[in-house]
């Protein structure tokens, strides 16, 4: 596997497409009990593959999230949106991880942040959600989404093909140790 991985960063592919530049090549792999037995056995390998721009992938991952953002589509919702939606979910996983790590109830957080009502609710799960999520990956998570939001807002390429390959990203990532 790590030499398939070697090979694909060698060969650069995300770099031959013209002017544009992909951030990644994915490395799908088609068997979810070899993608999962092989996160057990080198629990390392998904972030040295994306840190060689490779991202690894399996069908779990993908279609659960293509499924997702083209159920969004279908109801004609805009990709910054969507984008603002899924963005504002992991702030508040983020922001709820430095509330409890500091020692705060998540009614005190939502309170120091200014969420009321259904906001406060929303934020309470949302600190409940990220007491599972590691730094490594709500901070991986956050450069996509920053990235995305950065791309949609600065380059000619199609708006739902960046949202594509951000839950593409995020799907991979969830599956990995990062």
Aim: some cysteine.
């Amino acid at each position: 596997m790590k030499k398939h991985i070697a090979e694909l960063a060698d060969k650069r592919y995300q770099d031959l497409v013209g002017d544009k530049r992909l951030d990644f090549v994915m490395m799908f792999i088609p068997n979810e009990g070899a993608y999962m037995a092989m996160m057990k056995l080198q629990p390392d390998i998904w972030q040295e593959a994306y840190e060689k721009r490779v991202l690894l992938t399996s069908p779990t991952h993908l279609i659960a999230a293509l499924r997702m953002l083209d159920d969004l589509f279908q109801q004609r919702m805009e990709p910054v949106l969507i984008l603002s939606a899924v963005s504002g979910a992991f702030v508040d996983c983020y922001r709820g991880k430095l509330a409890v790590r500091a020692g705060k109830s998540s009614q005190q957080a939502a309170a120091d942040f200014g969420y009321f009502g259904g906001r406060a609710y929303y934020f309470g799960k949302a600190c409940t959600k990220a007491r599972g999520m590691s730094d490594g990956y709500l901070n991986a998570c956050m450069e996509v989404l920053f990235r995305t939001n950065r791309l949609m807002n600065s380059s000619k390429t199609d708006s739902r093909l960046l949202l594509e390959r951000a839950f593409t990203e995020i799907s991979a990532l969830k599956g990995a140790r990062v």
